[in-house]
């Protein structure tokens, strides 16, 4: 079992930054692939990024590609995602999960509860 916890979401400017962090309890946290998803009002979840459990592999949406970077520190049981150059689109509840991989939420066993990212203009 691991269970997520995020943390450090909050209201930026457009343009502004901000990091996301996901704790795991368990020990199994550095076998896992870790994807972050956000779901914006009215709309569907989406992916955001994905990150093998080496870390040494990435991807990314298109929407966020050049601008948010995910890594991970599999000491400390703990995936971030920095997101810079924030645009009001990126409004959204993010939320992070353990799993497989794979670009759709199916491929993921465990998830976070979420944390929201709120960019005015």
């Known amino acids: 079992q691991v269970q997520l916890v995020e943390s450090g979401g909050g209201l930026v400017q457009a343009g502004g930054s901000l990091r996301i962090s996901c704790a795991a309890s368990?020990?199994?946290?550095?076998?896992?692939?870790v994807g972050w998803f956000r779901q914006a009002p009215g709309k569907e979840r989406e992916f955001v990024s994905t990150i093998s459990p080496s870390g040494g592999n990435t991807y990314y949406a298109d929407s966020v590609k050049g601008r948010f970077t995910a890594s991970r520190d599999n000491a400390m049981n703990t995936g971030y995602l920095q997101m810079n150059d924030l645009k009001p689109d990126d409004t959204a509840v993010y939320y992070c999960?353990?799993?497989?991989?794979?670009?759709?939420?199916?491929?993921?066993?465990?998830w976070g509860q979420g944390t929201q990212v709120t960019v005015s203009s």
């Open positions: 999960a353990a799993g497989g991989g794979g670009l759709h939420a199916s491929g993921y066993v465990y």
């Open positions: 368990g020990r199994t946290f550095g076998s896992y692939v």
